[in-house]
């Protein structure tokens, strides 16, 4: 495997949490933004898109809906927030691309409390949505306190029907300086059967507070759609990015997009947030 940067930028937007790419444009969602900023292929800003009324740019951490994850599902951009504190992270938005970015708010406490009343996990915190054949990957992500977990289930959630239809199994992956680390992206490759994902090693010991930011790893799960259906994912193909460049050191990376991909040579992005106000975006181009 290979990976070498390609380019990085520091864009005036707070929160970078969640990246999604469709037809030449890049989205990217905040936590804590009450608008989804759209940038061109030189990361250019073309739009924004509205999700709700709010004075201010940046939600109070209290009160915010914290958007952590996306993926595109035949020209809809889900956009999904953790359900790490109810109501109010009890949200998601739908945005039909296809017909002016029209936005729909829907409510995820039913699907949230069939995990949150049968205790699952410690916490809950998803911060790592995609698609996976014909299932739907929900990544809750680890603190030092609890493991990662995977939530399988399928496109019935998009319709608003809630069967007990779903598998939660543990996600297996080291540490990093022996801090846990959690898993905080995720995008998939129907073509090549590819699971990219994101993990950072943050010290906290909730999904509320945040913590000191050790670093973050890119893995890589190959035959996905038949690892899924292990009693565990284990990943154990995975780097440490700031071993590729220095640029990455102490970078909490939280999500990965792919833009380009011909046989197994990936052009990828991905956004860090660092809790100062500002996201960085990388290139990387992966070559398995």
Same mark, same amino acid.
């Given at each position: 495997?290979?990976?070498?940067?390609v380019?990085?930028?520091?864009?005036?937007?707070?929160?970078?949490?969640?990246?999604?790419?469709? #037809?030449n444009?890049?989205?990217?969602?905040?936590?804590?933004?009450?608008?989804?900023?759209?940038?061109?292929?030189?990361?250019?800003?073309?739009?924004?898109?509205?999700?709700?009324d709010?004075?201010?740019e940046?939600?109070?951490?209290?009160?915010?809906?914290?958007?952590?994850?996306?993926?595109?599902?035949?020209?809809?951009?889900?956009?999904v927030?953790?359900?790490?504190?109810s109501p109010?992270?009890?949200?998601?938005?739908?945005?039909d691309?296809c017909?002016?970015?029209?936005?729909?708010?829907?409510?995820?406490?039913?699907?949230?409390?069939?995990?949150?009343?049968?205790?699952?996990?410690?916490?809950?915190?998803?911060?790592?949505?995609?698609?996976?054949?014909?299932?739907l990957?929900?990544?809750?992500?680890?603190?030092?306190?609890?493991p990662?977990?995977?939530?399988?289930?399928?496109y019935?959630?998009?319709?608003? #029907?809630?069967?007990?239809?779903?598998?939660?199994?543990?996600?297996?992956i080291?540490?990093?300086?022996?801090?846990?680390?959690?898993?905080?992206?995720?995008?998939?490759?129907?073509k090549?059967?590819?699971?990219?994902?994101t993990?950072?090693a943050?010290?906290?010991?909730?999904?509320?507070?945040?913590?000191?930011?050790?670093?973050?790893?890119?893995?890589?799960?190959?035959?996905?759609?038949?690892?899924?259906n292990q009693?565990?994912?284990?990943i154990?193909?995975?780097?440490?990015?700031?071993?590729?460049?220095?640029?990455?050191s102490?970078? #909490?990376?939280?999500?990965?997009?792919?833009?380009?991909?011909?046989?197994?040579?990936f052009?990828?992005?991905?956004?860090?947030?660092?809790?100062?106000?500002?996201?960085?975006?990388?290139?990387?181009?992966?070559?398995?």
């Amino acid at each position: 495997m290979q990976l070498n940067l390609v380019r990085k930028k520091i864009i005036n937007y707070p929160s970078g949490s969640a990246l999604e790419f469709y #037809k030449n444009t890049l989205f990217v969602i905040g936590d804590d933004v009450n608008y989804v900023l759209c940038l061109d292929e030189n990361w250019n800003e073309t739009n924004r898109i509205k999700l709700f009324d709010f004075d201010g740019e940046r939600i109070p951490k209290p009160i915010k809906p914290d958007l952590e994850c996306a993926t595109i599902i035949d020209e809809m951009l889900y956009i999904v927030g953790s359900g790490s504190k109810s109501p109010q992270r009890d949200v998601s938005f739908w945005i039909d691309l296809c017909n002016h970015n029209s936005v729909k708010k829907i409510n995820t406490a039913s699907f949230n409390n069939l995990f949150r009343e049968r205790n699952f996990f410690k916490e809950m915190n998803i911060e790592g949505f995609t698609s996976c054949g014909d299932k739907l990957l929900f990544f809750n992500r680890a603190t030092t306190e609890q493991p990662n977990h995977l939530i399988i289930t399928d496109y019935n959630i998009l319709k608003k #029907k809630f069967p007990d239809k779903f598998k939660v199994i543990p996600i297996e992956i080291d540490a990093l300086q022996g801090i846990q680390l959690g898993i905080s992206g995720a995008c998939y490759d129907a073509k090549n059967d590819i699971l990219f994902l994101t993990a950072s090693a943050e010290n906290t010991s909730n999904a509320y507070d945040d913590g000191e930011i050790i670093g973050s790893v890119l893995a890589i799960v190959e035959n996905a759609s038949k690892q899924i259906n292990q009693s565990e994912l284990v990943i154990d193909n995975y780097i440490e990015l700031d071993i590729i460049d220095i640029s990455f050191s102490k970078q #909490k990376i939280e999500s990965v997009c792919i833009v380009h991909s011909e046989n197994k040579n990936f052009n990828l992005i991905l956004v860090a947030d660092n809790d100062d106000g500002k996201s960085v975006l990388f290139e990387l181009n992966v070559e398995l």
